[in-house]
């Protein structure tokens, strides 16, 4: 019976719909629309001859079931149509159930996390105001963090023609971690004082050295795991390390800076050709005079003066005052600024991409590994020898094969050790190959451009242009401008 009914053609399937409805004494003119949708069903009713009399709310949901509307019924319009004889206009007599979609869990902070480390406002001319830079945000003991908020779940929805919609699934999060901070049910707080600071899914307070005022000799060697903050200028001769960050208000002298992370000189830095800066993050610095930075990451500043100054990654010197001059500065991946260089022709030499030396590193390691592994495997071919004529079991022999087989650790170690320093020098090249150097502004006659381990001295003033090496010579292209990082 079932094949039958599946089998039946259009024509035939419109006949039983009229024995159907001229048995339910619903009129053929009579009809049922359903929007696109599914969501709603409208009904249209023919005036019944006099008769026949007013329809049966029955006969109107058996007509809606014929076609297909099983759900979503709004009875009492359907009562009243039948019951006052509403004819000749549709009426919306089923409604589908929309979806409710739950929410998933999520924390609210009481903390800004954005502002934990905000960055520096961009004046009109392009410069940096270091001073609005923000490095560390603080919490008192007990401070309220963060409240957790449940997931909630959502609720299925339906069409008129009774088909289910499923809401999504809802997640909930992992329960915060962190150091120093405390769980309530729901709310966490903080244990103790100190910087507070958000990092994939963790909460950590950690301690602050803050010195509000100077910094001289006097002060002595300050020297402290966490972040340091000091209020004043820093004096000569004084050496400051930081675990983490490093955020100084003032202006820093001929001192020695070490920072586990970022170091922010809010007033810049006249060393004297004796100041030394290093950071295993980036360093942001109003200005830099004659003194050797270096930074694992990034550089910037609102000039570069006199200096000696080294980027993992990549230099910007900022706004239309922006200048390098004298000294050298490298960066593995790009270096930009507004001009390169001046009118009095100062020996100013801007390098970017891996040096010479990186590649003689890596020469030279790939030739001891070459000479490692030889030696390696006449030790081992000896080894086998000795064991396999059963020399091992004389006392001469096995003291031979005890120092064969000390002789092939060492190898291996060896092999080990040159894996690394190879692999070191393979990433440096990757990274800066394709360096570039830009200059939006002029670039002075004098300036010793170096990219890649080429070398090319301007010999007369060259505006907005951006250097790259091609085939081991130094090509000006129109200014690119320096790329962000993702």
């Known amino acids: 019976m079932d094949e039958e009914i599946l089998t039946l053609t259009r024509e035939q399937l419109g006949e039983l719909k009229k024995r159907f409805l001229h048995g339910s004494r619903v009129q053929e003119q009579s009809r049922v629309r359903v929007s696109k949708d599914q969501m709603e069903a409208w009904l249209y009713l023919a005036e019944p001859s006099e008769e026949k009399g007013h329809y049966k709310t029955d006969e109107l949901l058996n007509m809606l079931r014929a076609e297909g509307v099983t759900?979503?019924?709004?009875?009492?319009?359907?009562?009243?149509?039948?019951?006052?004889?509403?004819?000749?206009?549709?009426?919306?007599?089923?409604k589908g159930k929309e979806v409710a979609e739950g929410t998933d869990g999520c924390y609210e902070y009481f903390f800004t996390p954005d502002d934990i480390k905000k960055g520096p406002v961009i004046r009109e001319d392009g410069s940096v105001d270091y001073n609005s830079m923000s490095m560390l945000q603080?919490?008192?003991?007990?401070?309220?963090?963060?409240?957790?908020?449940?997931?909630?779940?959502?609720?299925?929805?339906?069409?008129?023609?009774?088909?289910v919609l499923k809401c999504k699934l809802v997640k909930e999060l992992q329960p915060l971690r962190g150091l120093s901070i405390?769980?309530?049910?729901?709310?966490y707080f903080a244990?103790?004082?100190?910087?507070?600071?958000?990092?994939?899914?963790?909460?950590?307070?950690?301690?602050?050295?803050?010195?509000?005022?100077?910094?001289?000799?006097?002060?002595?060697?300050?020297?402290?795991?966490?972040?340091?903050?000091?209020?004043?200028?820093?004096?000569?001769?004084?050496?400051?390390?930081?675990?983490?960050?490093?955020?100084?208000?003032?202006?820093?002298?001929?001192?020695?800076?070490?920072?586990?992370?970022?170091?922010?000189?809010?007033?810049?830095?006249?060393?004297?050709?004796?100041?030394k800066i290093r950071s295993r993050g980036s360093i942001f610095a109003n200005f830099i005079e004659q003194c050797d930075v270096t930074a694992d990451g990034n550089i910037e500043a609102n000039y570069i003066l006199n200096a000696n100054?080294?980027?993992?990654?990549?230099?910007?010197?900022?706004?239309?005052?922006?200048?390098?001059?004298?000294?050298?500065?490298?960066?593995?991946q790009e270096i930009s600024a507004y001009n390169l260089g001046n009118v009095a022709e100062v020996r100013t030499v801007i390098y970017a991409g891996y040096e010479q030396e990186t590649y003689d590193k890596y020469a030279k390691c790939v030739e001891q590994e070459k000479e490692v592994k030889e030696k390696l495997a006449d030790i081992v071919e000896r080894m086998e020898m000795l064991i396999k004529?059963?020399?091992?079991?004389?006392?001469?022999?096995?003291?031979?094969?005890?120092?064969?087989?000390?002789?092939?650790?060492?190898?291996?170690?060896?092999?080990?050790?040159?894996?690394?320093?190879?692999?070191?020098?393979?990433?440096?090249?990757?990274?800066?190959?394709?360096?570039k150097i830009h200059a939006e502004g002029c670039t002075y006659r004098g300036v010793i451009l170096e990219i890649m381990g080429f070398s090319k001295q301007v010999t007369g003033e060259m505006q907005y242009a951006t250097y790259r090496s091609v085939s081991g010579e130094i090509v000006s292209e129109p200014f690119q401008g320096i790329l962000e990082e993702e």
Not at 225 to 236: L, R, Y
Not at 410 to 435: H, P, S, V, W
């Open 71 to 94: 759900t979503g019924f709004i009875m009492p319009r359907l009562v009243a149509m039948a019951k006052k004889g509403v004819y000749q206009r549709e009426i919306l007599v089923a």
């Open 138 to 163: 603080s919490v008192k003991a007990g401070d309220a963090l963060a409240v957790y908020h449940p997931a909630s779940a959502g609720e299925d929805g339906y069409t008129v023609r009774g088909m």
């Open 182 to 187: 405390e769980r309530r049910d729901n709310m």
């Open 191 to 275: 244990k103790t004082a100190g910087k507070i600071e958000l990092k994939n899914g963790s909460i950590d307070i950690r301690t602050v050295h803050e010195i509000p005022g100077d910094v001289d000799l006097s002060t002595g060697r300050i020297e402290f795991f966490g972040d340091v903050t000091i209020g004043g200028s820093v004096g000569a001769g004084v050496v400051i390390r930081a675990g983490r960050n490093l955020v100084i208000e003032g202006t820093v002298e001929s001192a020695e800076l070490f920072a586990g992370g970022d170091i922010v000189l809010k007033r810049g830095v006249q060393g004297n050709l004796k100041g």
């Open 309 to 332: 100054v080294r980027a993992g990654s990549r230099i910007k010197v900022n706004g239309k005052k922006g200048s390098i001059i004298g000294g050298k500065t490298f960066a593995l």
């Open 389 to 435: 004529q059963k020399q091992f079991k004389t006392e001469s022999g096995s003291k031979t094969l005890l120092v064969l087989n000390s002789k092939k650790d060492e190898y291996f170690k060896q092999l080990d050790d040159i894996k690394i320093e190879t692999e070191r020098c393979e990433e440096l090249m990757n990274k800066g190959r394709g360096a």
